[in-house]
RNA sequence: GCGGGGAUGGCCCAGCGGUACGGCGGCAGCCUGCUAAGCUGUUUCUCGAAUGAGAGCGAGGGUUCGAAUCCCUCUCCCCGCGCCA
């Protein structure tokens, strides 16, 4: 959440920063009115519960004395009648207060593109030599400011769906039947496939500086709350029946609830922690896009990248999760570029985010395969993760990135990588060691 | 799941109905040539321009003029027992 201290402050910044974002600033009017009725009330708390304290004392020395309390009593309950009432109508301002101010958005950096659908997407870079059909080539220089490297096909990629079928490397009917759609069973060589991604990427990670956590699947709602907004809650993530605990919907979150209420020494920043982790998520409102295949799927395998770090150094940080991402996706050897995601497009905890968007050959298009975003404090005053300096506790600031979606990062292999006949795919080179395997044939 | 013991400021710990003791660490200052030691003050949150006031003893209720302390409910941790891949 943001700094409550701060929007009293200098309330035209939040104001600026929410218009820019398509947020209802009258959402900050209601902020204002609360506050105001929160603090007069809370003046008026505090001067009774003042003179009741007197009066307790003036009752304990009576009592030693000798001296008669009755009256003292009475009077005593008159106050505590009205500071009941007062602390019942208090409680319900911070309540609504409290679900107020968590809707407002993080301050955006000044860099970030101000827009309202994702048009305004700043591409920052592109990289690599994509394989690009002939009616797609146009898609791809407009995606690329013109500059893109590619090679030219006569022959139209399959899709991951036909491919996966095929090759027979994915179930989608029966994991319908039983699941439900955008489910899948993953079979043979893919499975192996998705764990030389994890293993992969982990290591990638841990050479830098990462320490590798397996979180918890689940979380309980303090801690969801924390780490997460509301839209995340309402569209995507699955609740237990009955239990206090919610399936998460990426490892960012329970890793940044790992350290939720605790107090870092300054040398112990930055903090580097990759996590693994399934990701369960509703996809709410995502009807009739990519219906078939793994491409959007309510269960995944992802390994993330997120950093706890001192406050002045958090837009270098945002830098480096990005390289990593990005380095990733060059040891690979898939085409992707980059983009400086506009305010309209970000989430609520992010002030920045790059996306990288990996080609796609058979879709003809750039998709999303990583996000990477800086925090800055929201999500540590959420929390309540600070670090010590000798003026005081200040909260730390989260950054978070993918390093491998494995689903998404599989159809990028898949489309990018199948041979021109169809008879099957061949694995990046730097996989080979994990997968023991380099070409997925058909039968 | 059953029994027993716990949860107090950054950390350790006392208090067990009269308004949170002491230590360590941190910070500021004093003091010796430097360091160590020693001495003094300070150390959480909220409101307030400020003198200041309020809150805070795992969480939430209750009893009382007054609750860290007594009562009830819950959470988590430790030690046994049970169950278990």
Redesign the pocket.
Same mark, same amino acid.
């Given at each position: 959440m943001i700094d &409550? @201290?701060y929007l009293?402050e200098k309330p035209e910044i939040f104001y600026s920063s929410s218009k820019a974002r398509g947020f209802d600033t009258t959402t900050l009017d209601k902020f204002f009115d609360l506050d105001r009725e929160w603090?007069e009330n !809370?003046?008026k &708390? +505090?001067?009774l @519960?003042?003179r009741? +304290?007197? #009066?307790?004392?003036s &009752?304990?020395e009576a009592?030693k004395n000798g001296g008669d &309390?009755q009256a !003292?009593?009475e009077e005593?309950?008159g106050l +505590?009648s009205n500071i009941d009432s007062l602390e019942e109508r208090q409680k319900i301002i911070e309540t609504e207060r409290e679900v107020i101010v968590r809707t407002i958005p993080n301050l955006l950096h000044d860099s970030v593109p101000v827009c309202k659908g994702d048009e305004n997407n700043v591409v920052v870079r592109h990289w690599g030599v994509a394989s690009v059909f002939r009616d797609d080539v146009d898609e791809y220089l407009n995606s690329t400011g013109k500059t893109g490297q590619y090679t030219l096909l006569d022959w139209k990629p399959q899709s991951h769906v036909d491919l996966m079928q095929k090759l027979d490397l994915a179930d989608l009917e029966r994991a319908g039947r039983s699941a439900g759609s955008r489910f899948f069973y993953l079979k043979n060589r893919l499975v192996k496939l998705e764990l030389a991604l994890a293993n992969y990427a982990v290591d990638f990670l841990s050479e830098r500086g990462f320490n590798v956590v397996e979180p918890p699947y689940m979380l309980n709602y303090r801690a969801m709350a924390g780490a997460t907004d509301m839209d995340t809650f309402k569209d995507t993530l699955y609740k237990i029946e009955g239990e206090d605990l919610y399936l998460i919907s990426t490892s960012e979150h329970p890793i940044a609830a790992m350290y939720m209420d605790e #107090?870092f020494e300054e040398s112990s920043l930055p903090l580097r922690i990759a996590g693994l982790s399934p990701c369960f998520r509703k996809e709410a409102g995502a009807h009739g896009k990519d219906t078939k295949g793994i491409f959007r799927v309510h269960q995944f395998t992802k390994i993330e990248q997120f950093i706890f770090c001192h406050p002045d150094h958090s837009w270098d940080f945002l830098e480096e999760i990005l390289g990593n991402a990005e380095a990733i996706f060059q040891s690979l050897k898939i085409p992707y570029r980059v983009v400086n995601v506009c305010s309209g497009e970000l989430g609520n905890l992010a002030a920045k985010k790059f996306d990288i968007e990996a080609w796609f050959p058979a879709q003809g298009k750039f998709r999303e395969v990583v996000s990477a975003s800086n925090d800055t404090d929201y999500q540590a005053r959420s929390l309540g993760i600070r670090f010590?300096t @000798?003026d005081? +506790?200040r909260f730390v600031h989260t950054l978070n990135s993918t390093a491998i979606a494995t689903t998404r990062v599989m159809v990028a292999i898949m489309e990018n990588f199948q041979a021109n006949d169809g008879s099957g795919i061949k694995i990046p080179e730097a996989l080979v060691p994990y997968t023991g395997f380099d070409f997925i044939p058909g039968n």
């Open positions: &409550i @201290k009293r603090r !809370l003046k &708390i +505090n001067d @519960k003042h009741k +304290n007197q #009066i307790t004392a &009752i304990s009592m &309390i !003292l009593k005593v309950k +505590n #107090i010590r @000798k005081g +506790n």
